[in-house]
């Protein structure tokens, strides 16, 4: 493709606030996110939720993927599990990787993505909270908006598409489309 039809595809995806392209590939646990690849890009609130199984604080046991709870688990209403990428607020970046599903009726308001403690922690400048699992520091702030970048999809059930509400039921289908345009999202969330 050339440069010129390039450029008019970044520019018509930014206007859609999505972009879909090619399979490259990244790890959500590698800590450089400035070179890499997306297959979607996008905007939304995120939540935070940390689940130790102790039923403490809501949590219904392990997560969905068989992953114990960690730094950069979040909770997706209708991305695969295993789906990678990254995370920006306020200039900051996360990697993150869907090992749960959530948040549920809030999906249905708009809170797409639901952030392990932790890292919602060190997005915002808070503390994770060990005692409450919560996030102390905050101001009570429970919500943020953050932009995403998807830079891998998982391989079970899910939609591979913006998120939609866990009401939907697309955690539940399998979606075999492929993106094949490939569309650099090296500065993306700044």
Sequence with gaps: MSARLRAIAMFAASAATALTIGSTAAHADSGNTDQKQGLLKG???AS?????ASGRAGDTGLPAAGKPM????????????MTEGYVVYKGKKMPFFVGDRGPGDPSNRGVMLDL???TFAELTGGTFNPDTLGVDGVGGEGHIKI????????DGV??????VAFSTGAWSEKDNSTMTQQVSVKNAGH
């Design 43 to 45: 905007s939304t609130t």
């Design 48 to 52: 935070y939720f940390w689940d130790d």
């Design 70 to 81: 960690q730094k950069g688990l979040v909770a997706s209403p209708s991305w695969p599990l």
């Design 116 to 118: 392990d403690a932790k």
């Design 147 to 154: 932009d995403y970048v998807v830079t891998k999809w998982g």
């Design 158 to 163: 899910g939609k591979k598409s913006f998120p």
